[in-house]
């Protein structure tokens, strides 16, 4: 089953949206299975983003994530990715689509409140990088069968 880790950064704790944001997620009928408020450490930070090492706003990316609170989700079910991707809008706000999460409440590619895994390869990675497997519940919801028909 497909996985992908969501994360709440910095400015969407102190702007206070996090209800707002997981309100969507599980509106879309997107099942959350691990969820928990942690301060990032520079290892946790440089391991998660070691794709932009190189990248010009490295620096500036790892010195925000890492300043205060963020969110962490665990998100588990079929074309997680791509759904979670879809709902959080294009990286710099202002090619974001009204609607989305990014589009509706962001303004500034620096703070655009919202990580989502950008492949399926990369969501098992990053969920096992943020949860240890007892932080991870499996289970059923009981409207399932109303948001996915079964197969
Ligand atoms: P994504 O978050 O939409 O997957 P990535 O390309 O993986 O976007 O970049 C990771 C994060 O780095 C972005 O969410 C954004 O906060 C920041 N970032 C990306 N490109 C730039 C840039 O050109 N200037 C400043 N920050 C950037
Ligand atoms: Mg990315």
Redesign the pocket.
Known sequence: MERSLILLKPDAVQRQLIGTIINRIEGRGLKLIGLKLIKMSNELASEH?KA?IE?P?YK??VSFITSGPLVCIAVEGNNAVSLIRNS?GS?NPVDSHPGTIRGDLAID??R?LI??S?SVEEGSREVNLFFTPNELITYSLANEDWITEPQ
């Open positions: 983003y932009h990248k706003f500036g990316l959080m990286t590619i620096g655009n990580h989502g950008d």
